[in-house]
């Protein structure tokens, strides 16, 4: 079950995501070791290391108001006067915004490159991960993000990893 079948129950809904992790990347990890790729697309800092690449979608939940006026209007008794009444309503919904871009996992950060909602942020500020089956959510602090990936489990691997690591003195 995925997060959106979770959220929504309609897996037409759900946005699909073509891998482009390498199959020999994604075995590595799977088997408990963290693969070191190159990119000229992410500035490094010394010392990092690119264990992950991956396209993904950050849903942004926004939240939209339409009011809808009900009414009549009718002519008045006088030329260029007019009679009106009715009700106005507004009307929330949430709807789900798709931004996409590619998610970047190193030794020390992790990275939405996207044109709009990207973000850059180190494990220090990472409170909780959960994986889904074709999406991950990672909440830094008070701000939750909702990527849609190939596969959260593969995420949730490299994340788990990498915490084993920053551990081990």
């Known amino acids: 079950m995925g997060f959106l079948d979770a959220l929504f129950g309609n897996r037409n809904q759900i946005p699909t995501v073509i891998t482009i992790l390498p199959d020999a990347a ?5 088997a408990g ?6 990119t000229d697309k992410l500035f490094l800092k010394r010392g990092e290391k690119i264990h992950f690449i991956d396209k993904a979608i950050n849903l942004e939940e926004k939240k939209v108001k339409q009011y809808r ?3 009549h209007s009718s ?3 006088f030329k260029g006067t007019r009679w ?4 106005g309503r507004a009307i929330e919904h949430t709807e789900l915004v798709q931004h996409r871009g590619i998610l970047y996992i190193t ?3 992790i990275v939405f ?5 990207g973000f850059d942020k180190t494990y220090r500020y990472l409170t909780a991960i959960t994986p889904y089956s074709n999406a991950c959510e990672m909440q830094f602090g ?3 993000y909702c990527l849609i990936v190939a596969d959260g489990s593969v995420v949730n691997h490299v994340l788990q990893l990498i915490k084993q690591k920053r551990q081990v003195p």
């Open 26 to 30: 994604k075995q590595e990890i799977l």
């Open 33 to 38: 070791r963290l693969p070191i790729l190159n």
């Open 69 to 71: 006026h009900y009414g």
């Open 75 to 77: 002519p008045g008794l």
């Open 84 to 87: 009106s009444s009715g009700q």
């Open 107 to 109: 030794n020390q950060r």
């Open 113 to 117: 490159q996207a044109s709009e909602w």
């Open 142 to 144: 008070n701000k939750s």
